[in-house]
Structure formats: C-alpha cells, structure tokens
C-alpha cells in the first residue's frame, strides 16, 4: 500500500523463480489475513494427516476418527486463529468453507493485525512511552542491564502506534531493561481488551469468536520463541510459565 510499484516488482520476481519449479504455478498476490489463517490450517491439518492419509502405493484414503486440529499462526505483524467450531459461525466474515479430499469443513477464521510479535512489541514500547514523563524508558519485559537508544520517529514508524501530538521525532529515547517478568505480564496484557458484552462471544478487542473446540497446533513466532527455550518437548503449562519467568528475571 505504501508502494505498489516496488510491490508488483516484487510480485514480478517471485513469479519468475516460481515458474521454474515443477508445479502448477498460477500467480503470486497478496493473501488476506483470513487466507493466510485458513492456508495454515489446511498446511498443518494436510501434515499431521487428518485431512487425508496417504500409503505408499501413493494411495489416500480418510483417516478413521481424526479430528482437525485448530491453528495458531503468530507472524511479525499479524496472528491468525482459525479452527472448526462446533456451532455455525454468526459472522460471514470470519466463515471460511473448503471441501477437501471429498469432506466440507466449515471454519472460523480471523487475522488480528498488529498483534504479531514485532508490532505488538513495537505497541508495547509505545505504551511505556506515552506512560512516561521523561525520554528514559524502563522495560519490564527487557533483561536488566539490557539499554538502547531509539528515536521517537523510528518508534512510531508504524501504522500500528499513532504518535501523539506532542511527540518529537528527532527526540532520542533511552530504553533500559527491568527484568520484571510480573510487571511484563501486566504490560502486555494491557494491550488486549478481553470485554466481550453481552451480545456474543469474541477473541479479544470486541472481535466476534465462537467458543475454542479441540486441540490447537501452534506454529512460526510461537515455534520460534518456545524452542528457543527448549519448551517444544510437550512440557506442562506451568513448567512454561516457570522458565519465561526464569528467563525475564535475567540478566
């Protein structure tokens, strides 16, 4: 949006080096937050093999009694949630319906854009700013010890954070790490508005959510941020919860 010259140049070249590989390549575009959920789904249903079990005779057939599961998709600038729910979906936006391998499956699906680990973070520092009265910055959700500078235009170089109007872009901020893993948890949760009314039941910001069913598979930032811990081995919630707050309490 921002450049649709460069885009489409990008588009170009994506298309070029796909058109050498053995597939049926019919174009490269822009997903939409509510494909982008729904293809995950379907990549890591098609992967675990629920949708479909192959043989080796290059056979497939309908594994017996498998359930879907739902995906969890945390990205840099968006997260995706998208499962099979176990009443009709109130709101046609977030109803994705796909028959694969012979079976229709109805789906809810919904992108939350800023709420992927870089913008949320990038939200999350722009909180504490516009909580402080002074440019230095304390983070709970940093190592203690841990400093860095960071301009006031660089900041709010997102369509994420709106600057307020008060703000100086050339104004230089000093962000220093608490190491606070309580105070971290509070600030992001800050973020999110959990109220839902009485009207129906949401995910979170007053987004329309029909209740979680089944199991979830979690992948990419999600992945990425638990193996980096050594957390993707099936450990318990709690035993999670005790080594981020080992980690956050850091040096």
């Given at each position: 949006k921002q450049n649709s010259t460069k885009a489409e140049q990008v588009f170009a070249e994506v298309a070029k080096a796909i058109r050498e590989y053995p597939v049926d390549f019919r174009g490269a575009q822009l997903l939409t937050g509510s494909q982008e959920g729904s293809f995950g789904w379907i990549t890591v249903n098609y992967l675990l093999e629920t949708l479909v079990?192959?043989?080796?005779?290059?056979?497939?057939?309908?594994?017996?009694?498998?359930?879907?599961?739902g995906a969890l998709d945390l990205g840099g600038a968006s997260t995706q949630i998208t499962f099979q729910p176990g009443v009709p979906v109130e709101d046609r936006n977030t109803s994705v319906f796909f028959r694969l391998y012979g079976t229709n499956y109805s789906l809810y699906s919904h992108s939350y854009l800023c709420y992927g680990q870089t913008q949320a973070l990038k939200m999350l520092l722009a909180a504490l700013h516009q909580g402080s009265s002074s440019p230095q910055i304390s983070h709970p959700c940093y190592p203690e010890g841990y400093q860095e500078n960071i301009t006031v235009a660089e900041l709010y170089d997102s369509p994420c954070v709106r600057a307020p109007?008060?703000?100086?872009?050339?104004?230089?901020?000093?962000?220093?790490?608490?190491?606070?893993?309580?105070?971290?948890?509070?600030?992001v949760q800050r973020l999110f508005n959990f109220s839902c009314g009485a009207q129906r039941?949401?995910?979170?910001?007053?987004?329309?959510?029909?209740?979680?069913?089944?199991?979830?598979?979690?992948?990419?930032?999600?992945?990425?941020?638990?193996?980096?811990?050594?957390?993707?081995?099936?450990?318990?919630?709690?035993?999670?919860?005790?080594?981020?707050?080992?980690?956050?309490?850091s040096s």
């Open positions: 079990k192959f043989s080796f005779a290059e056979k497939w057939e309908h594994p017996q009694d498998s359930e879907v599961l109007s008060t703000a100086s872009p050339a104004q230089v901020l000093r962000v220093t790490g608490a190491g606070d893993p309580a105070g971290c948890s509070a600030a039941p949401c995910g979170f910001n007053g987004v329309y959510q029909p209740p979680v069913r089944g199991q979830f598979f979690a992948f990419s930032g999600f992945y990425h941020t638990l193996h980096f811990l050594n957390l993707t081995g099936g450990q318990s919630l709690s035993s999670v919860n005790d080594t981020i707050g080992q980690f956050c309490a």
